[in-house]
């Protein structure tokens, strides 16, 4: 089982390496056959020799990898291939970009844009076809992993369709529910049948001794994490004596992390502010004239602490969309939002005015989504551990946006925003603005909540008390 698994990992880097090799490749020709010789005529004195050549296209490879890494582009054989292709769709137009104006300023003036164009076009197009080419053949090779599902009493249907989603690199062969004991779980899972086992929402003292044995026999365990697994996850990990102590601290950032994402916040909704204000002023003129009501839409959201504030939003929805005073989420299909609203919620535009939400200091860029009271409180009957989430300022965009979707259930979306807040770095922050602008085309990810969720707000939690 090592063994494939190495032999996995080898052909993925191998498949990945020579696709930004391929991508450098086909740079290097349209830089030595069409940028040099202009550069070279137009800015006298510029002349590379081999190494120089060389200097160039290899800031090239760094920045495609770079970029196609972070936006996921790498992932053959784990991502579907849709996502792959749209993730190097958006890291080849990163670096293209960024060569742009680099090439333009190693001239002192604007390079012809046509050359970089029809490279990004060639890049893409061979992008794509490899990509589905090494999927092709990724999964051929290896065919799906068979799973034994391990579940408890909490309904299984849904999670059962996420893995079904996923035919090609993942398959349910069987289910068993954990009261038939720890023994006869052991025992179907080392039936010969599967080679993965999935442990799904079961009391933690069987878990553990299932994550245990799976573990000591070499069986792959795929768990699903509680609220203290996530805890844990991002605990530090300190040596005061020979004995191995894990260390949760009672604050989420350190003040120099807080004073560092609060310039980077400052410094981003400037300079988008700008940038975004004809798209702002176009938006502004169509949501008036369609129906005469108010442009801005504000709502009370709970930030930092639950304290108040007004968040700012373009109006989305028909002006007596709450007219009877009761807070809803919008569902799949929401007749209240107007044919302009679906076009700036489909497309982030609705949120635009946050950046002076931002600029005030009421919100930040990357953190958990800001909610209302009446929703906080909702959540709060089935979740204590809702409070956990509002430890840092909330945020135009986060974790929970870039991994989930708008209808991910609210306890997997409170997983995901503890994730984010118990592993913070700076770093994290800049990726996930980067990978921000990849899911602003994901359909799903401004999908409504369906229906059964928002009646599932209102019933108790059908959820393992350990959770």
């Known amino acids: 089982m090592k063994k494939i698994e190495s032999l996995k990992r080898i052909i993925i880097l ?59 582009g790498l992932k053959v054989g784990y991502l579907k291939p849709g996502d792959i292709i749209f993730s190097q769709l958006f890291g080849i137009a990163a670096v293209n970009t960024i060569s742009y104006f680099q090439l333009s300023l190693m001239g002192n003036w604007l390079v012809p844009v046509r050359p970089m164009l029809l490279c990004s076009l060639i890049e893409i197009v061979y992008s794509a076809l490899w990509t589905l080419m090494c999927n092709a053949f990724y999964h051929k090779v290896f065919p799906p992993r068979k799973l034994l599902f391990v579940h408890g009493n909490r309904p299984i249907e849904d999670i059962l369709y996420k893995f079904s989603t996923r035919p090609d690199k993942y398959l349910i062969e069987d289910t068993i529910d954990i009261s038939a004991g720890i023994d006869a779980v052991k025992s179907e899972g080392m039936s010969g049948r ?11 003292y069987d878990r553990n001794k299932l994550l245990k044995y799976f573990y000591s026999v070499n069986m792959r365990v795929y768990m699903m994490p509680k609220i203290p697994d996530v805890l844990v996850q991002g605990s530090d990990s300190i040596h005061l004596f020979d004995t191995p102590i894990m260390l949760t601290r009672e604050y989420a950032l350190t003040a120099g992390q807080r004073f560092a994402k609060r310039l980077m916040d400052i410094v981003c909704a400037l300079i988008l502010a700008i940038i975004t204000s004809p798209i702002m002023l176009i938006t502004a003129v169509c949501i008036k004239l369609y129906d005469r009501g108010p442009v801005l839409y504000s ?31 919008a569902t799949k299909g929401d007749s209240r939002i107007t044919p302009i609203g679906r076009f700036i919620r489909a497309v982030r535009i609705d949120e635009l005015p946050q950046l002076f939400n ?37 945020g135009l965009a986060g974790y929970a946006q870039v991994y989930g979707k708008y209808n991910t259930s609210p306890y997997d979306k409170l997983k995901l925003d503890l994730i984010y807040i118990e592993n913070y770095s700076l770093w994290m922050d800049i990726k996930l603005m980067m990978l921000t602008l990849k899911i602003l085309l994901r359909p799903e990810s401004t999908e409504g909540v369906e229906a059964t969720q928002v009646t599932a707000m209102k019933e108790p939690a059908n959820e393992d008390t350990d959770r």
């Open 14 to 72: 191998q498949l990945s390496l020579i696709s930004i090799v391929i991508d450098t490749a086909i740079y290097a020709l349209f830089w030595l056959e069409r940028y040099y010789p202009v550069l070279s005529r137009r800015a006298r004195g510029l002349n590379y020799y081999f190494r120089g050549h060389v200097l160039v296209i290899l800031i090239y490879f760094v920045l495609i990898l770079f970029f196609t890494s972070t936006f996921g």
């Open 194 to 204: 599967f080679n993965g086992i999935v442990l799904w929402d079961i009391p933690t």
């Open 299 to 329: 709502q009370i959201r709970c930030t930092r602490d639950r304290r108040e504030f007004r968040i700012l939003k373009f109006r989305s929805m028909s002006v007596d969309a709450e007219k009877d005073g009761v807070a809803r989420l």
């Open 358 to 394: 931002i600029l005030k200091g009421d919100m930040t860029f990357i953190g958990p989504r800001p909610e209302r009271p009446e929703i906080i409180d909702k959540y709060m009957e089935q979740m204590p551990e809702f409070a956990y989430r509002m430890r840092v300022k909330a």
